[in-house]
């Protein structure tokens, strides 16, 4: 079935993101679907800005799954340069913001990879909908983040 996704967005030249959007939902939990991930967004990356942040989100599995820590630094660079992409080319899509936020908030400070927590933050504050695509994922990731306070998760899950 994903192969007909995958056809049907290869013709049509946009990305499928319901696809998109599940397989994230799967690579959170399971390293089978972060190649799959990557594969939907790739050829989208230099074109779409939401799925080059899906790219990006890919490489950080990777990072998160390698297992030489030279390999995890490599991905993890990869990854921030692609979020902060594309955040500049769409500053006001929440759902990039979100994806870069969440990788920064998992990321190890010591490689300096958290500069935008607090500007990411304070846009999700004032923009996250419970409407938005990626909703129940965006809940649960805000209720364990140690980066939001204990009324910021209040405010951003009782939505």
Request: glycine content about 0%.
């Amino acid at each position: 079935m994903l192969w007909i996704f995958s056809i049907v967005s290869f013709f049509t030249n946009t990305p499928n993101y319901s696809l998109i959007r599940q397989t994230y939902q799967k690579a959170i939990t399971s390293e089978s679907h972060v190649s799959t991930l990557k594969n939907l967004t790739e050829s989208f990356k230099n074109t779409d800005a939401t799925a080059k942040a899906f790219f990006a989100t890919s490489q950080a599995f990777e990072a998160k799954n390698a297992t030489w820590v030279s390999t995890k630094v490599k991905y993890a660079k990869i990854a921030y340069s692609h979020l902060n992409q594309s955040v500049s080319l769409s500053p006001n899509n929440v759902e990039i913001r979100f994806l870069r936020f969440s990788f920064e908030s998992n990321t190890p400070s010591i490689l300096g990879m958290k500069a935008h927590i607090q500007e990411d933050k304070q846009f999700l504050l004032k923009n996250t909908k419970s409407t938005e695509p990626l909703w129940t994922i965006m809940k649960s990731f805000y209720q364990n983040c140690s980066d939001l306070t204990a009324s910021e998760r209040e405010s951003l899950i009782t939505r």
